[in-house]
């Protein structure tokens, strides 16, 4: 099934580090999401991109959405111990005109203190 | 609260003993889902739905069974139960198709002996 490529698969930083992780795809996506999953939680929402080229933050987060349409980043800085978990990217790919919500493979995360 | 709310937490149960999991919202989502979460495939969607009487499949739907009679609710049926598909289960919803972001619930942890 269709799936969003993303790395790296999981980090381990010091805390006080920078964090950058990415999301592609073969296809267009009209809107990029990011989630973080706590240990035992479901997913939640950190940052939504809905226009390419679009660069957002929220607090220590940054994401932006390709130029491309296929493509977005996140960056985390001055990583904190309660940063740890899995941090997946997400969207909407429509298919014979459909729409489904893929997920990204994630990126477990791991800070050091 | 808006939340998602699933039924059972935990599960374990035996090899072709039909179960079934409960999901239920309370934002008037129209787009519901189901995901399946296994170490390092990230979140599989097993089955979606775009609105009441309106299900399809997702990208791994074999031996899964879903209705959605309210608008609701979403309930995940387990016919004959297999080891394979012993897993951590997610319910999602999303406001509309396309675009928005989705909700999850809390999550099963599904074991089949």
């Known amino acids: 099934g269709q799936q969003l490529n993303q790395s790296p698969q999981s980090m381990f930083i010091q805390e006080g580090e920078d964090v950058s992780m990415n999301c592609t795809s073969s296809?267009?996506?009209?809107?990029w999401l990011w989630y973080k999953q706590d240990p035992g939680e479901g997913p939640v929402l950190l940052i939504a991109l809905y226009k390419a080229g679009e660069l957002t933050s929220n607090g220590r987060l940054t994401a932006q959405f390709g130029i491309t349409r296929k493509d977005s980043f996140l960056n985390i800085s001055a990583s904190i111990p309660s940063d740890v978990g899995i941090y997946f990217c997400?969207?909407?790919?429509?298919?014979?005109?459909?729409?489904?919500?893929?997920f990204g493979t994630g990126t477990r995360l791991k800070v050091l203190a | 609260e808006a939340q998602v709310t699933q039924n059972p937490r935990y599960l374990i149960t035996v090899t072709g003993k039909k179960l079934t999991v409960t999901c239920s919202q309370n934002?008037?989502?129209?787009?519901m889902s189901w995901y399946r979460q296994d170490p390092g495939l990230g979140l599989r969607q097993i089955y979606y739905s775009m609105n009441v009487e309106v299900t399809d499949k997702g990208d791994v739907p074999e031996g899964y069974k879903v209705s959605r009679k309210e608008k609701r609710n979403f309930p995940l049926i387990l016919e004959s139960p297999s080891p394979n598909q012993t897993s951590l289960y997610f319910c999602a919803s999303s406001l509309r198709t396309g675009g928005t972001e989705a909700f999850f619930g809390q999550g099963t942890r599904l074991t089949v002996v």
């Open positions: 296809s267009i996506f009209n809107t």
């Open positions: 934002m008037n989502h129209e787009y």
């Open positions: 997400a969207g909407w790919a429509t298919t014979s005109g459909t729409y489904k919500y893929i």
